[in-house]
């Protein structure tokens, strides 16, 4: 991406991305959800401004900017994250198996995705901030400002 002035803050102190559940799979889930609005509501953020205008041509690289952030995301959830949740899906349907949900690999893999995730909804955080669980309730999952 280019030196584009992007504006991503769209994502303000105090948002509460997920909140009542530690299992994994709930908190992917809703991180994933969040991160497809981040990127709708900065293509509407940077997009929004071009209208009104006569000449669209300025705006050629920004929309780049911003199908290329879509594009990445696509990427992570189909690549990533939807087969993981087709797993932790299909083991809790599936009563015979359903004691491996708790298998050590398949939460490892799926919390390092989690943060994984959580770093890339950071970038539309205000500055300040972390994406991640609140230190004082370890069941809300949302947008905090970092402690010095």
Known sequence: MSNLDLNLNVLPEGTV????????????RAVNNQWERCINYACARNIKP????????D???????LADLA???RAVMRDEVYPV???YDWLENDSPLASLINEPELHEFASSLLEDVCAALQQ???????????????SLLGVWRAED
Not at 124 to 134: I, N, Q, R, S
């Open 124 to 138: 539309f955080a205000p500055d300040g901030c972390y994406v991640g669980m609140h230190e004082g309730d370890g």
């Open 71 to 73: 594009d990445q995301q």
């Open 59 to 65: 705006d050629t690289e920004t929309i780049s900017a």
């Open 50 to 57: 071009a209208f009104g205008r006569d000449n669209y041509d």
């Open 17 to 28: 991305i997920s909140s009542g559940t530690l299992r994994t799979q709930d908190l992917l």
């Open 85 to 87: 949740l087709k797993m």
